[in-house]
């Protein structure tokens, strides 16, 4: 069963960075889509980015220029480095895996859900 981990949220003030981590057990990220999702309190989870298995970044455009992913297929590992936060960033960050590559910003196509990490920025 594949399972995803998240973890590097916190705290932090306006401008700055975090890096946000995504631990995948059950299948290899280099053959998965990976999409970070987030959550605004009383707002719907939104599409933030994803990086498909070919290795292709597809990003929502409120963060292009500020956030980045990368990977680490040694550990498993998707990383979502934000930069120059905003107080409006402030959300639960959610990643998720799916086989596909098509409609990877629709949060119905995603199998597999982390329980997600809480990223709060002050203005």
């Known amino acids: 069963q594949v399972q995803l981990v998240e973890s590097g949220g916190g705290l932090v003030q306006a401008g700055a960075s975090l890096r946000l981590s995504c631990t995948v057990s059950g299948r290899a990220i280099g053959s998965s889509t990976i999409g970070w999702f987030r959550q605004a309190p009383g707002k719907e989870r939104k599409f933030v980015g994803a990086?498909?298995?070919?290795?292709?970044?597809v990003w929502e455009d409120s963060v292009k220029g500020r956030f980045d992913i990368s990977r680490d297929n040694s550990n498993h590992t998707v990383y979502l480095h934000m930069h120059n936060l905003k107080h409006e960033d402030t959300a639960v960050y959610y990643c998720?895996?799916?086989?596909?590559?098509?409609?990877?910003?629709?949060?119905?196509?995603?199998?597999?859900w982390g329980q997600g990490t809480q990223v709060t920025v002050s203005a």
């Open positions: 990086v498909i298995w070919t290795g292709y970044i």
């Open positions: 998720a895996s799916q086989e596909g590559i098509v409609g990877v910003a629709k949060e119905s196509l995603y199998n597999y």
